[in-house]
């Protein structure tokens, strides 16, 4: 990406103010500098491809935290006022700036718009090079520092692991045209950047940004493909599998009163789940897991072991609710319950069947195959007759 002349060492307010209308414009934006919207005044207006923001800019003398968080708040209720007054249509971009800003205080921005005001444009950049700015439109302007300078300060801010909880939601979410409906419970449909997918996801487009921006460091997508597009599949479902080739805790249950069928434990989750106290007040998250769930989802292939489910967290009343006990349960189980490492990607995707919540397939697949209970084999079977399209790529 082109780059504007540098910042000189002491630059004014308003040389940064010049290198950032340089750089939108560099990017084709049109940008107008200083213009009039009744009576405020705004930095810059910039607009492409029917994205139009508002542009507030703070400078800082340092790059220290305590620094750019108020001015960043600032330039955030700024740029909001003055769009809403806009007469035609336009988004706040606010953006800050310093002379170095380090990995860690980037972090730390991210942070305070993460949990304060998350889905608001903004951009953070220094003149040493570091460019990072979220919105839609926006992601082509991030670029990291020079060579030169990676050596006294990283590129970007720390990334989280590549399989997080919410990464594991958003490759479903990615992954959901591959896998047939009533499968898995996703959108389904393409997207352009970070910001479209943290809408469809329901994430924050920090924690958005941060996911592609590794899958892109990692090599999973396509750099030639406009969309969002997975590649070396086969390598990532390996490497995602992995991370759950531990073993998870399990409790053991007995039902307090035995009906001897086999769907008992889908009987029990359904009148929970239906349950107009549930329904009405907070309530866990549960659905069928592992060999259970394939069962209910039609690939059901090893038989003869406990069922399992999933609860978001352990709750005695919930438990007796559902009409289960841990007492005397070690010996001769009914039912195992897991409390998952991944909630948000396990009870997000999961879907319905008969009333039933059950686990989506991509988390079968990935429970069972470690599972002592053949669940190797059973993975195979849900990856040959439900996922085969994730792991066949065009040359």
Do not use: T
């Not at 940008?31 to 009744?38: A, D, F, Q, R, W």
């Not at 209720?77 to 953006?95: F, R, W």
């Not at 978001?312 to 897991?338: F, I």
């Not at 069972?368 to 085969?388: M, N, S, W, Y």
Request: charged share 25%.
């Amino acid at each position: 990406m082109p780059k504007p002349s540098p910042i000189p060492p002491n630059g004014s307010a308003s040389a940064y103010e010049q290198w950032l209308a340089s750089l939108f414009r560099r990017n084709g934006w049109r940008v107008n500098v200083h213009p009039l919207l009744g009576d405020r005044e705004a930095d810059l207006i910039v607009s492409q491809n029917g994205s139009r923001y508002i542009v507030e800019l703070k400078v800082a003398s340092e790059g220290r935290g305590d620094r750019l968080v108020p001015l960043l708040a600032q330039a955030i209720l700024q740029a909001q006022a003055i769009a809403k007054a806009s007469p035609e249509p336009a988004a706040a971009l606010a953006v800050v700036a310093a002379p170095v800003i380090s990995p860690r205080v980037a972090a730390h921005l991210q942070r305070f718009l993460d949990e304060n005001v998350p889905g608001v444009a903004v951009g953070i950049f220094d003149r040493e090079g570091f460019q990072f700015f979220v919105g839609p439109g926006l992601e082509k302007l991030n670029a990291s520092p020079s060579s030169r300078v990676r050596r006294r300060q990283l590129p970007l801010p720390e990334s989280v692991p590549l399989f997080s909880d919410l990464n594991q939601w958003m490759l479903k979410v990615l992954l959901a045209p591959l896998v047939p409906e009533g499968l898995l419970q996703a959108p389904r449909r393409e997207y352009r950047n970070a910001s479209q997918l943290a809408e469809a996801a329901g994430v924050s487009v920090m924690s958005a940004f941060r996911f592609v921006r590794q899958l892109r460091q990692e090599g999973f997508l396509d750099k030639d493909d406009e969309i969002l597009r997975l590649v070396r599949r086969d390598e990532l479902m390996r490497r995602w599998q992995a991370v759950h080739l531990r073993a998870m805790p399990e409790l053991p249950l007995r039902w307090i009163i035995s009906s001897k069928s086999a769907r008992q434990l889908s009987a029990a989750l359904h009148s929970y789940s239906e349950s107009p106290n549930v329904k009405h007040e907070p309530s866990q998250r549960l659905c069928l897991g592992l060999f259970a769930a394939a069962e209910q989802l039609g690939f059901g292939f090893v038989h003869g072991v406990p069922p399992s489910f999933y609860l978001e967290n352990l709750d005695r009343e919930v438990l007796a609710h559902l009409g289960l006990s841990p007492e005397g349960a070690e010996r001769a189980p009914d039912v195992y319950v897991r409390v998952p490492a991944f909630r948000e990607s396990v009870f997000r995707a999961a879907v319905l069947r008969q009333g039933v919540p059950v686990a989506d397939i991509l988390q079968v697949w990935l429970d069972v195959a470690a599972h002592p209970a053949r669940g190797a084999v059973q993975a195979e079977e849900i990856r040959r007759r439900a996922l085969a399209p994730i792991f066949k790529e065009k040359p």
